[in-house]
């Protein structure tokens, strides 16, 4: 049996930020050695679908394929890199995933949102589609929400709690760091200056992290910051801290914990992150297996 190479999967409809996601791609499937999946999905329950003729589906199939495949052979002479163009009929985000599956997908970078999404929703809104695919991939999904960005990555910003879930994330923050020879700087966000011990166990694990990542010859800078007293949450105090970085350009995230803190994430830092973020992040659902769960 004949193993499918690994790829990058894009999904795109055309629209600026699908783009912006495309061209994103161009380096990391370099870097890797991965081809890049094009795929464009068809929503079978689209109701503009049902205004059409038989005759008129079929013409607009075809158009959307020819333009797939143009817009793959461009992507193959700009990034270097083999494309495989895919037009496909079915729920978005479940098609996504079956794909991803398929072509034995190692991330899925995407807008975040699609054109149909963008009419009706607030710019720092995450899309029905994009939502559903962070929440159940199980491969790493890099979110695209800004206009704007570097060509490469200088730095990576790892938040860090003191739960073990997080702490996975620090073996995609050293691979990526790898990749494109970035530097990461990992972050703990304080609530309460005057617990000590709470101060103690984040200084502890940050010097671990730090240790940890310099063994492998990355260099790692950490801080804890404290919330600002009138400040919105987590979710900005992160952003914030990136932003003033100025150098910083991918952010990785947990999108969900097995424990208490399950709505931290969810419903509160990760969708805010997300939604808000000029900086492309990386959302990882946690693993049972820790640092060595997952390697390029």
């Given at each position: ?86 037009l496909s009929r079915g729920k978005v985000s479940a098609t996504i995933l079956k794909v991803a599956e398929d072509y034995n997908s190692r991330f899925i970078l995407m807008g975040t949102n699609d054109s149909a999404e963008r009419l009706r929703l607030d710019k720092n809104q995450i899309g029905a589609n994009t939502s559903r695919v962070i929440r ?161």
């Open positions: 049996m004949t193993t499918k190479p690994n790829s990058l999967l894009i999904p795109v409809d055309f629209n600026e930020q699908s783009m912006i996601a495309l061209e994103q791609s161009y380096n990391m499937a370099k870097l890797l050695g991965y081809e890049i999946v094009l795929l464009y999905v068809i929503e079978e329950s689209d109701l503009l679908s049902g205004l059409f003729s038989g005759d008129q589906n079929q013409e607009m199939f075809m158009k959307i394929n020819e333009k797939l495949e143009e817009t793959a052979a461009e992507v193959s002479v700009k990034s270097g890199v083999n494309v495989t163009p895919l159940q991939s199980r491969i790493p999904v890099i979110s695209i929400n800004g206009k704007h960005h570097y060509n490469g990555c200088r730095s990576i910003l790892l938040p860090l709690d003191l739960t073990k879930e997080t702490r996975q994330k620090v073996t995609y923050a050293i691979e990526m760091a790898k990749l494109f020879s970035a530097t990461i700087k990992v972050l703990s966000v304080l609530w309460d200056k005057n617990d000590k011990d709470i101060i103690n166990q984040l200084q502890n694990q940050l010097l671990q992290v730090k240790n940890f990542i310099e063994e492998v010859n990355i260099h790692c800078q950490t801080e804890i910051v404290e919330i600002e007293e009138g400040s919105a949450g987590l979710g900005s105090t992160i952003l914030d801290y990136a932003r003033k970085q100025g150098d910083i350009d991918l952010v990785i995230i947990m999108t969900q914990q097995e424990n208490r803190l399950v709505e931290f994430f969810i419903g509160s830092a990760a969708q805010q992150i997300i939604r808000q973020s000029e900086i492309p992040v990386m959302s990882i659902i946690p693993k049972d297996l820790g640092f060595s769960y997952y390697a390029f």
